[in-house]
């Protein structure tokens, strides 16, 4: 005969619930962390670690933005995205690259401003970056929030400019595209 | 080193689990506390991307959300939550308000047209902690009210899911990188070039030009690269094999630092959930062990005085 004793009704249940818990709990990471690595896609919340797969395609072009702003002092100064969005940390990077692509404007279904200008433009193709004097107007008002108007380093504009690397070779980084202006 | 796992398994504490849930939690309300949900709130509406399960919220709400008061009361929300999610207070539905409101808001940054996974693992922490008793002990909750016994994997399985959940990342990594790019990922000019173009902008985390020396040494960043692959294929030994994650952590830590100066970001909540991989429960022992022995060196120098 065993010479251990039977665990209270109420710890044997406690016990299988735990059991059931966690094994739903690792179900429901499993099931769609392996869809999303098998598709490799990334489907917020379900992570596919796909992050730098391909690493650096030397002979393909680059096209890199430079944030930068005019001050009341009439200097040019170069502006980390960071410190006007930190919430948004690398990822200001991204949303640079697909507000300029008009990404949003792309959706099946997108916001109601976007179909608006949408509708206006018809069939004539909208220029690129259409939106983004809208988030340059943003990091102005969040810059300048932190500089007093009285501050030489008070900004009068702010710009974004557009530059290709185009590749190859490890030089020749700074071919200029084109440039974003906002008055503020 | 199977069987050492199903000890570990069995010996982890109540403590163990609310430590971690402590600095997970306590790791989000840091970074919310310093975030600017005023300049959140600036950013145009238009040029949202809803992703995944954000695509659900129609644009009124990201129109009603995209204003001061609408942030504003999102940060508070979020800091209210967490703060009681770390001080394990009414833990039950803090861990779990937490999840979602972490889940929401980092959703909601990723709707700009940028997937990041560093945050990644630290949200599927937060779901973990919220089905889990982190409460038992390290929590006002706790002092409240003794917690019912449970068995020992209670809090021993939500560890080693946390722990594989962080090798997953590493390891399915490197297994897509070998399978989207094959062996051309260890090409010479890999590193260099990706290493450039993250250093051209001003939009990154930092704006450092390292990278721009990397072409002189190119023919050994190859090496570099599987160093890092082997890394990320061996990083799930360090679950099974407590001796060797000192190397596989190190080796982690070093890498992600460098990703800092060489790439211009940092997954810097990746590092941090490496916590998951330290055994509290010594950790635990040795405080109080320490705290043990001040207190007898206090008494016996009151007594040496004394006499």
Known sequence: ?184 | MASGTLVRLTSATPSALGVLRVIISGTFLVSVLGASFYDLARLPVTTLLPTGLMKLLPWRFYDRLFTPVGMVSLKLALVFSLSLSVAGFLTPVSTRTSALLVLFYQGLLRCFGHFNHDEMISIYFLIVLAFSPCADAFSIDSFLKTPARKPKFAYGYPILLMQSLMAWSYFSSALIKLRVSGLSYLSVDNLPTLAITQSLDNLHDAHFQLAFWLPAVRHYTSFMLALVLVWELVFPVAIFWKRSRWVILGFGIIFHVVTLFLLNFIFSYQLVMYVVFIDWRRVLMWFRKLRLSQATTANWNRLSVSS
Request: aromatic fraction near 10%; glycine fraction near 6%; hydrophobic fraction near 40%.
């Open chain 1, 1 to 184: 005969m065993s010479a251990r004793a039977t665990p209270p009704l109420n710890q044997t249940s406690i016990s299988r619930q735990l059991r059931r818990k966690y094994f739903l709990l690792t179900l429901g990471f499993l099931l769609p962390l392996t869809w999303a690595f098998v598709r490799t896609r990334n489907l917020y919340p379900v992570a596919s670690w796909n992050v730098m797969t391909q690493g650096g395609q030397l002979q393909q072009s680059c096209t890199y933005f430079v944030l930068r702003g005019e001050t009341v002092s009439g200097e040019v100064i170069d502006i980390p995205a960071i410190s006007v969005s930190n919430a948004m940390r690398s990822r200001n990077w991204g949303m640079v690259a697909a507000i300029a692509r008009n990404e949003s404007l792309k959706l099946p279904s997108p916001h109601p401003k976007n179909a608006e200008l949408l509708t206006k433009a018809g069939a004539t193709p909208l220029p690129e970056g259409v939106r983004m004097n809208d988030l340059l107007k943003a990091w102005g008002e969040s810059y300048n929030s932190r500089h007093a108007a009285s501050s030489p380093t008070h900004l009068k504009a702010i710009r974004l400019d557009a530059y290709q690397w185009p590749g190859h070779e490890y030089s020749n980084f700074r071919l200029f595209v084109q440039s974003w202006r906002q008055e503020l």
